[in-house]
């Protein structure tokens, strides 16, 4: 088993050639020529080589996406842009056996959950052109008989778009989606440690036929290519998701430009489970949102607060939880926790667990295979308190603090005592309770009795420093498109004669 498992990456390797960037309809070099390395979880070895775009191939992206704008795809009918739309949904299905390996080889991520992502990813499609063609809709003000005034929405321009790592296919359609139904063109600049897909999704998109210059995508590093794309003055809108402090920084090169920013960075999201919690659908929900994606996740509920009544037990099974995950190569179909994506990232959260011990607290970990992949078990930490650094900071890894809570009012005050409001959970059978309480936690969201179900009707974002604005749904609308009123006079109404 061990040998076949080792053909299908040695396989994947083989099938996986150097990646260019795609600006205005073409795969072309990086105008320096450079390239970076990109590197197997699993391994540690060299999967491929990328281009290495910089402030040169933003330039002619952008160009490119300006004069798209400006030409064939600003003039295209609602329609005729929603069909392009529709069609890249339809290739990304046509490919999702191949996508989603893919994904798996270059994250190690495992394959049952990016088959279920990459499915996810032609949903967004459909939705987003279904939500402009029956809800972006405009309002009517009369005003009497004098006047009608109406708002219209109209897509604001080039879109830069600056992707994670985790989920990268998903995360990327998550923005593209909503931008290009709306009119916008698009700037992509995916995470130099996910490639992969990236680039799959441009030939995806390629075959679509969209007119030359509407999608682009420049590889690179966010020092280079990301910082460029944030300065470019023609980039109206910059969406981002990845690190707080990342997020800051990219505020901060855009505020001259006043530019528009959606920002989804970092949580430290807490699960509440109170003693009158469904024991067994709780352990569930809090074992799936620590450690499925292999803990890479921004909304995973990394600090567990159980009522000391039930907390005996409830971490009891959860160690049992641990020991039974199948920790392992993420393209086989029964892996449920794959590799780190990276060896930096690995080694930051192997720090986070020696911090924890030097903090005092108790590391409890499962099992690894044997290899050289970047695995850390999943891990469960215990005697943290609120003031540690592991109960504050986002270690972003298959590893969860947990701690006891008395009552109501003080878990809440422990579930808010954190910078970061991404998203919450609360268990208890009391329905009251779990409005007050989900109420009165700082997150832009919050689940009761729920693991992360995510419903694209909705907004998605965070509080605090979670992130800027939110997307999803209808909310979108007020990211990508520019709400503008229009004012008609109905009649000759009286305006005031100066110096007649």
Known sequence: MANQLADEHIEMKQQTKDIKLYINGEFVDAASKHTFENISPYTNEIINHVASGDNEDIKKAVQAARAAFKGEWGKLKVKDRLAYVYKIADLIDDHIDEIAPLESFDTGLPIAQTKKMVSRAAYNFRFYAEMVSTRMVGEAYQVDDEFLNYTVHKPVGIAGLITPWNAPFMLETWKIAPALATGNTVVLKPAEWSPLTANRLAEIIDKAGLPDGVFNVVHGYGETAGASLVAHPDVELI???????????????????????????????????????????????????????????????????????????????????????????????????????????????????????????????????????????????????????????????????????????????????????????????????????AQAIDSGMLWVNAQNVRDLRTPFGGSKHSGIGREGGHYAFEFYTETQIIHVALKDHHIPQFGK
């Not at 981002?240 to 990219?250: A, L, N, P």
């Not at 855009?254 to 949580?267: H, N, P, Q, T, V």
């Not at 807490?270 to 499925?292: K, Q």
């Not at 039930?310 to 086989?332: C, H, S, T, Y």
């Open 239 to 437: 969406s981002f998701t990845g690190e707080t402090t990342t997020g800051s920084e990219i505020l901060k090169n855009g505020a001259d430009a006043l530019k528009r920013f959606s920002m989804e960075l970092g949580g430290k999201s807490p699960i509440i489970v109170f003693d009158d919690a469904d024991f067994e659908r709780a352990l569930d929900a809090c074992t799936w949102g620590i450690f499925s994606f292999n803990g890479e996740r921004c909304t995973a509920n990394s600090r567990l607060y159980v009522h000391e009544h039930i907390a005996e037990k409830f971490i009891d099974r959860l160690k049992q939880r641990i020991n039974k995950i199948k920790v392992g190569d993420p393209l086989k179909a029964d892996t449920q926790v794959g590799p780190l994506i990276h060896k930096n990232h690995y080694d930051n959260v192997k720090d986070y667990l020696e911090i924890a011990k030097a903090e005092g607290c108790e590391v409890i970990s499962g099992n690894i295979p044997d290899g050289k992949g970047n695995y850390i078990a999943p891990t469960l930490i215990l005697n943290a308190t609120n003031q540690m650094r592991v109960v504050q900071e986002e270690i972003f890894g298959p590893v969860i603090a947990a701690m006891t809570f008395t009552d109501e009012q003080e878990v809440i005050e422990l579930a808010n005592d954190v910078r970061y409001g991404l998203a919450g959970y609360v268990w208890t059978q009391d329905i009251q309770r779990g409005h007050r309480v």
